[in-house]
């Protein structure tokens, strides 16, 4: 595996000769010729022998100690049960405790039983360059040479080049096969699930949101599509923020048409790479994402006033069914979450078709 | 005294001798433990760096099998009915369901869970520190190139590890990272949707992505890993370690503690204080309770989210891009995302395993090197280490800037405002101070060779002038001080007759043989006390 100082591999003889059939008791590979009487080597210097039989005290009693930490650990698994958080806490402090104290004065025995017991050393090994002798590198090199022309891999033009056209689709079937990871993106991402007509719910307990009843001042909602309440894929953006403004305080930005008695929808998917935008700070209606402070401004179409989000959150157009209750008027008109590459300029040509429409 | 004790046994044990006996018939065991039970390894505090990762990886291994024989990798909906109350009734995926059930209903299992995940932070700061160490002291160069670049593999792999790894619960706020994931999965341009729709089965978050990131996470990457790091360690055996300057070692040996028995003995001693500091972390310190965090909704995060610490300079590169975004021809550049996740990791990374090839190129230096050099004594290198330091910790520190700023009471967008100059003047200081520091440091171990330290003793000369005795440094200094080796210079300058050497005609030579001065020049050479007729600082005298 590597050469040092011991690199003369002739020398080898590991193993005296057995003649078949005799025992091969004695013929250790470890070795079993009388040990040579000890010399002072002044690479491998003894600690005093006074000093090594306190030090063996102290490690003895360091592995007690693993011991009984050890002994301690199984009676814990056995004592503590687990079940609630109280319990659990006991448990893991009992388990935890004794393990921690079993590891550690085996760690610390060892390390006294390294350093007080064993000698020091010094010892001394030689380097050599990694690289192979010249003789060697020739006579690689020459075996290489000399199977590549026995095996014929250069004069048979026509085996290699059909071997290496036999490679290619072979090479490319493990990247085929991972076609069916997913479904093609196709325009899924334009869509979520609001249609018109789709009540606006609250989330975590689903009831729909009478308008006339939404009425929080500076307050903000975490609002989803009614029936849709634990469909994740959906939820991933089709959850919105609903605030409720004076009508004087609602700016160009924000379209108009699209509330409801200042009643506002922003998609609650931040345009950056997709966390909620959950905080809203109610003195400046500016919503902040918490992942990476994306700010927006409420008041004028949730434009971005901070941070590394490019684009506002879309807007839902909003009204209300014969019931009062808040229902989407259409799906966003432009992609909601996060920006990608064939999205280009959604906003835009949104804004192109409804002054065409209009 | 006596020093030596009678040897206590005469022969190798049967019970030994025999399994010894039968491998060696068989597999020749012999010839290898003879070149390699006396293998010497050098010493030195540093050296121990490395093997934090190595244990925190053996660590990881052993209670990430006890988790997976009760976590369930799915997604599909439950309702839960565990012991945990405040969340009894809730719907949530069984992978989050399972999670609790290890945390709230496997004894031990909150114990195995929390070592996991602090082995996780171990490993990963265990590497970054250990390639530090390889970087400033140059371990890296030849022959440790390859080695070096496998170090760098290990270490990308291992946040694509993390990454895969704490996503698993699927919690708040583990989902809060899957979805930044996907979100900047999805911002690369051409392939970008194709390739989160492959990931996530889907639309995000699909039903798939947990059983795909379990499959990642406990078989191909864990895999990789160790593949890669039995290499590291085979190569490191082979090549054996560097070692720092000192007292009878030189480039061409090797001084230090045998493998059996003074060093395997401290490598096991070593593990296990590993897996104390690991137990007892997860005993004491309470990471990641999942519980308190709730199941996974897209349309949920909690605020001061925070990614584990080695994705936090990705989280605070994130963070400080300004809001930049290119549409043309109908498609979307968007340049807030894509800059901060793949340019700071392409200049660290890339950086890393470049340099050992730029610092040969510059140098010309084709020398096996296996005397570690004193950060001080290469100051560029040293420099250039420590503008990335600052780099990769500004970033990291801003990837807290919400808790910054809710700490120090400092306007938040302050904290980005001053996070987006910072990282480029911050490395920019950190290269001039550093610089100023190794020179600084090279010229007092210039003076402690020539003029030795200072004694304490004063003594009166016969003019009445007071003055402090200097003595020679104590050799085993002396000899770490000398360890100093050139830096070896490219022929650049013109001969008389005004041409350049051949290297160094070509707008690319001309700009190599420059750097190569300039990463070898700085340089102050030692010289030994006496003879030189210098005052010594504090008007004392050599003595000798």
Known sequence: MTSNEHSSHEEDARVPRRVIGTPAAGTAVLGDSPPQPPVEDPAVVYPDLAAARRAERLVALLFLVTFL???AFIASYVIFQVGTVDSTA??????????????????????????????????????????????????VADTFVAGANESGFVRHKLLRRTLLLAAAPL???????????????????????????????????????????????????????????????????????LIKFRSDQLKAGTNQNWTHDGIVAYSKICTHVGCPAALYEQTTHHILCPCHQSTFDATDGAKVIFGPAARPLPQLPIGVDSEGYLIAEADFDVPVGPSFWERGDAEAEAREAREKAS | MTTLKEPALTETPKLIAGPASYLDDRLGAGSFLKRNLRKVFPDHWSFLLGEI??????????????????????????????????????????????????????????????????????????MTVHMLRVFFTGAYRKPRELNWIIGVLLLT??????????????????????????????????????????????????????ARFYSLHILLIPGILLALISAHMILMWVQKHTQMPGTGRNN???????????????????????????????????????????????????????????????????????????????????????IPALVPMGIIMTGLALYPFIEQWVTGDRREHHIADRPRNNPHRTSIGMAAVVFYGLLWLLGANDEISAFFHIDLYHTTIFGRFAVFLGPALAYVVTYRICMGLQRKDAEVMSHGVESGVIKRMPNGQYIEVHVPPAEDIADHLRGKARLPILPGEADIEGIPPKGARSILGKARAVLSKKYGTEHVPLEEEGGHGHAAIGSGEDKH
Do not use: C
Request: charged letters at 10%; proline letters at 6%; zero cysteines.
């Open chain 1, 69 to 71: 930490s050890g002994v």
């Open chain 1, 90 to 139: 006991a448990s893991n402090l009992a388990l935890g405790t004794s393990l921690t104290l079993a590891l550690l004065s085996l760690a610390a025995g060892i390390v006294l039983w390294v350093r007080r017991i064993m000698p020091k050393y010094t010892l001394v090994q030689e380097r050599h360059p990694m690289v192979s002798a010249p003789d060697t590198q020739e006579y």
């Open chain 1, 171 to 241: 090479g490319l079937a493990p990247l085929i096969l991972l076609k069916d990871l997913g479904p093609l993106p196709g325009t899924s991402l334009r869509h979520t699930v609001w249609k018109k007509g789709l009540r606006l719910t609250v989330e975590g307990t689903g009831a729909p949101i009478r308008a006339a009843d939404f009425n929080s001042p500076g307050g903000i909602l975490s609002v989803v599509p009614q029936g849709y309440e634990h469909d994740l894929n959906a939820l991933a953006k089709a959850t919105l923020i």
């Open chain 2, 53 to 126: 990762a190595l244990y925190s990886f053996i660590i990881l291994l052993l209670t990430g099998t006890f988790l997976t024989f009760w976590f369930k990798p799915g997604m599909g909906h439950v309702e839960y009915q565990g012991p945990y109350e405040q969340l009894r009734g809730v719907m949530m995926s069984e992978a989050y369901a399972s999670t609790l059930k290890i945390s709230f209903e496997v004894r031990g299992g909150l114990l195995m869970r929390q070592m996991h995940h602090w082995a996780a932070l171990l490993f990963v700061a265990g």
């Open chain 2, 157 to 210: 792999l291992a946040l694509a590890e993390g990454l895969t790894g704490y996503s698993l619960p699927d919690d708040l706020l583990s989902g809060a990272g899957l979805r930044i994931t996907e979100g900047v999965a999805i911002s690369l341009p051409l392939v970008g949707t194709y390739l989160t729709f492959f990931l996530f089965g889907g639309e995000y978050p699909g039903e798939d992505v947990i």
């Open chain 2, 252 to 338: 061409t040996n090797v001084v230090g503690a045998p493998f059996y028995p003074a060093f395997m003995a401290k490598a096991g001693a070593y593990f296990l204080f590993t897996f104390t500091a690991i137990a007892a972390l997860g005993t004491f310190a309470q990471i990641n309770p999942i519980w308190l965090f709730g199941p996974y909704t897209p349309a949920d995060i909690s605020a001061g989210s925070q990614p584990d610490f080695y994705m936090g300079f990705l989280e605070g590169a994130l963070r400080l891009m300004p809001a930049w975004e290119i549409n043309f021809l109908g498609y979307t550049l968007p340049l807030s995302v894509l």
